[in-house]
């Protein structure tokens, strides 16, 4: 596995969807989670706030990872859908966000405050979004880091992205998160689990993956 920037990513020209997660009725329909959030991540909340005061900018901070994933055989719509679902519900930090709220005493001090709201497993709905076809390496390239950039920002939800770059025999599955929700070690065990998930689902078998314990 290389870990390289995106602008430098190989990735063939083709057909570019964007696979959009989202949960009927929006956080209102999710529940309040009291597990706290770690020092870290309210830090880095905080710091992409002041980012879109200052600048008035929700997204462009760069602070995100992602993966490609590359299969060599036609792209099966129904399977990647099955996929990307499949694996939300398997990572609970995929239904999880959280919220600066902020609250002030009586005297005017502001006393910092964060609020968790996740959603269960089977909520997550996704979307198919068409942007085009591509037959410029470069601009599709740009086209992807771009909308990355801007749909990764910690916050809002989901602060994460699918993508795929189909061909006649090939595919590639493309996925960003902000750095609040995946690190290196868990990249690399999401390329295994996404090509299983996936040769499951288009073999309309059950996955050996393992249960997984969740990073809340």
């Given amino acids: 596995m290389e870990f390289i920037q995106i602008l430098d990513a190989d990735v063939r020209p083709g057909g570019l969807v964007e696979w959009v997660p989202s949960v009927p009725g929006g956080l209102g329909s999710w529940h309040r989670d009291p597990r706290p959030t770690s020092h870290n991540h309210e ?10 005061i200052r600048t008035q900018r ?6 995100w990872l ?21 694996w939300i519900n398997r990572h609970e930090v ?4 959280v919220v600066l709220d902020d609250q002030r005493t009586d005297d005017g001090t502001e006393l910092p405050n964060t609020a968790r709201y996740t959603t269960d497993p089977g909520t ?6 068409r942007i085009g076809w591509y037959s410029d390496p470069s601009l599709l390239i740009e086209q992807i880091a771009g909308s990355f950039d ?18 006649a025999d090939s595919f590639t ?9 995946v ?4 990249l690399v065990t999401a390329h295994h689990e996404l090509r299983a998930l996936y040769r499951s689902h288009r073999d309309r078998h059950g996955s050996d993956l393992p249960p997984t314990g969740s990073y809340l």
């Fill in 43 to 52: 830090q880095h909340l905080r710091a992409a706030h002041e980012y879109r």
């Fill in 58 to 63: 929700a997204g462009g901070r760069e602070a």
């Fill in 66 to 86: 992602g993966l490609t994933v590359e299969f060599d055989e036609p792209m099966s719509v129904p399977a990647v859908r099955a996929t990307i679902l499949a």
């Fill in 94 to 97: 995929l239904r999880t966000h």
């Fill in 124 to 129: 997550v709905k996704l979307t198919m979004s």
């Fill in 150 to 167: 801007r749909v990764t920002a910690p916050l809002h939800w989901p602060a994460y992205r699918f993508a795929t770059v189909a061909r």
């Fill in 173 to 181: 599955l493309l996925f960003a998160a902000d750095h609040s929700l």
């Fill in 183 to 186: 690190d290196g070690y868990s």
